[in-house]
């Protein structure tokens, strides 16, 4: 892999993740690859910009986070194209989507160089209302009723089917999420490779079990007004009956790995 223009993001606020992405971007600077930091992480030789944002103008062969799987969450929805992305856990509380620790951050730009990893493809979600697409989401899209005193009706449409029921809200996850929020409502685990999503109810009032559907479109209709989070960190808002679809996204999340590792998600869980 070439690494002419890389870029360093680190975890929001963590000192430890800034210290860590400082030293990150020399390495690379050392390599003659153009770096670009984001603020307020200041290299002497890197292009500092200002905004995550900013990234989707530049075209990037790689990207290295430093943080948890929230950091790399954020990365990728400010990603525009199949950008791959190195993660390194670095203060994060589980670090499921990580690859290495900062420790063997040497080994692995050694492993890049020498094109000895693979790129591993992970498909993302996207919801829309209105006519309006929001950003993707890596590990799902929760949609949940804004009117706390009142239990919503919420209907599934998915192919030829409709589920109705009264329930607190759904979670449509991807294999990447599914060790996220919809497992610990009782969801299963999916190896992240599937092409599938996972419908999870939250709270129904009669049981409703997750089911694992085909990476097709998803039509959410809500008796309230409701509330739409990507991955837990943007959340967009749709009125009442009004139709929410959500479907695959046209682009997956691309990560750089150096090994395989068939169980990642559930060893990384305890299993």
């Keep these: 892999m070439k690494l002419q223009k890389v870029a360093v993001v680190s975890k929001v606020g963590s000192k430890d993740s800034e210290r860590a992405a400082k030293d990150v971007a020399k390495k690379f600077l050392a390599k003659n690859s153009t770096v670009y930091t984001i603020s307020p992480i200041e290299v002497e030789g890197a292009i500092e910009i200002e905004d995550l944002s900013e990234l989707k103008k530049i075209e990037l062969d790689l990207v290295i986070t430093l943080g948890g799987d929230g950091t790399t ?13 190195l993660t390194i856990n670095v203060g994060g509380n589980r670090g499921i989507l990580a690859e290495i620790t900062i420790e063997e951050i040497d080994d692995a730009i050694n492993a890049i160089l020498k094109d000895n990893f693979f790129l591993d493809k992970r498909i993302r979600v996207v919801a829309s ?9 890596l590990n799902e899209i929760y949609i949940s009723r804004v009117n706390l005193t009142k239990t919503a009706q919420i209907e599934i449409k998915f192919q030829n089917d409709t589920v109705t029921q009264k329930m607190d809200g759904v979670i449509i996850a991807t294999p990447s999420g599914s060790t996220g929020h919809s497992f610990s409502l ?10 599938v999503l996972i419908i999870t109810p939250v709270a129904p009032v009669y049981r409703l079990a997750s089911i694992v559907v085909p990476d097709e479109k998803i039509e959410i209709i809500c008796s309230h007004d409701c509330n739409i989070a990507m991955d837990a960190q943007v959340i967009k808002t749709a009125g009442y009956e009004e139709p929410i679809i959500i479907k695959k996204y046209n682009k997956p999340a691309v990560f750089v790995r150096l090994k395989k590792r068939g169980l990642r998600q559930m060893s990384k869980l305890g299993f």
């Design 73 to 85: 969450l954020r990365v990728f929805r400010n990603l525009q194209n199949e950008t791959p992305i």
């Design 186 to 195: 009782g969801g299963p685990i999916l190896h992240e490779s599937l092409n």
């Design 129 to 137: 209302c209105g006519g309006v697409e929001f950003p993707p989401a």
